[in-house]
């Protein structure tokens, strides 16, 4: 019987562990198909999530694993240390909260058994419940995102995914520092499926997410996934030269058809002075995203610390 292992990020998550390992055992005992292997990960949860877990191992050793972290090292290190600790036949990632729908594993598992796609996705096909300014910036990062980078990201996909051992060998060969998954599962390739869904709330506790981290989200996925920001200084540079070689020579025009034309224009040359400075800022700005990107990646920093491992 094939094996999939589920990797479950848990950041802060004392809430919904139990309510989610109940709903899936109810769920799988009516499926024969294929066993199950959980790997939990402790990001570094300051609740009670780690001691939950330990318990949840205890009682149930012979399906459920964890590991611990030292600290929060993020949802996208969580993902790279189940998965280089998965040893099932398909390994899925799915969150704790139950938003990522578990009765649709089994209709995963038939796809990829038919041996024409190699991973399913899903993505979601509203944004219920969700904030509308929230909404607006997210399509706003998949257009910009999807028009300046080789690698294409599905608007609304989640992490939740069920992919084949050959998949998860290309993304663990990925040992970047800077891990945006999205990108990463897009960019080794492979056929993937993506199912719909409706959007649906969390089984309890709250999202880890707001605006801010968001924000800081979408800039380093294509800050990881494209240099197109970096060809802006490029454009931008050429754009105000040429602007003003022309400026220059109408200067130098007006001084010989009225040699006597007064001095003015200070609070225009003031203006220029400041919209270069600025755009030269912005462009030392993009510089430092990547060469910041750039210093953590030569460091070569492991990706997770674990504590504890069972
Ligand atoms: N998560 C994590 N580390 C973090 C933040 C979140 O492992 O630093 C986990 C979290 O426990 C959950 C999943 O990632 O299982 C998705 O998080 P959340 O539900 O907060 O995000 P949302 O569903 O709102 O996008
Ligand atoms: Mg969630």
Request: one cysteine or more; hydrophobic letters at 40%; charged letters at 25%.
């Amino acid at each position: 019987m094939k094996k999939i292992s589920i990797i479950v990020p848990c950041f802060n998550e004392e809430e919904t562990i139990q309510i989610y390992y109940d709903t899936m055992t109810k769920l799988m005992s009516t499926i024969d198909k294929f066993k199950i292997e959980y790997w939990f990960i402790d990001d570094g949860s300051k609740d009670h999530t780690y001691p939950i877990l330990r318990e949840l191992q205890n009682e149930h050793p012979e399906d459920v694993h964890f590991v611990s972290f030292s600290r929060n090292f993020g949802k996208e290190a969580a993902i790279y240390a189940g998965l280089k600790e998965a040893t099932g036949d398909y390994v899925a990632v799915m969150d704790v909260d139950l938003q990522d729908p578990p009765e649709t594993l089994p209709e995963m598992f038939d796809i990829l058994e038919e041996h024409e796609y190699d991973c399913v996705g899903t993505a979601r096909m509203d944004r219920k419940g969700e904030n509308v300014i929230i909404s607006v910036c997210s399509n706003a990062f998949y257009g910009l995102i999807n028009k300046m980078s080789q690698t294409k990201i599905i608007p609304g996909a989640r992490d939740y995914r069920l992919m084949t051992r050959q998949m998860v060998n290309a993304v663990l060969s990925m040992t970047e520092y800077n891990r945006f998954s999205k990108g990463i599962f897009s960019w080794v390739g492979f056929n993937t499926k993506y199912i719909p869904y409706n959007n649906r709330e969390r089984s309890a506790g709250s999202t880890s997410w707001n605006f801010w981290k968001l924000t800081k989200y979408a800039i380093s996925g294509i800050i990881d996934f494209t240099e197109r920001p970096l060809s802006l200084a490029t454009w931008l540079g050429s754009i105000f030269s040429l602007i003003s070689i022309v400026a220059m020579i109408a200067i130098v025009v007006r001084k010989l058809i009225y040699p006597m034309s007064s001095v003015d224009g200070w609070s225009s040359i003031v203006s220029i002075i400041l919209l270069v400075g600025g755009i030269q800022l912005i462009c030392i700005g993009i510089l430092g995203e990547y060469i910041g990107k750039i210093f953590l990646e030569v460091k070569k920093r492991p990706i997770y610390i674990v504590k504890e491992k069972k």
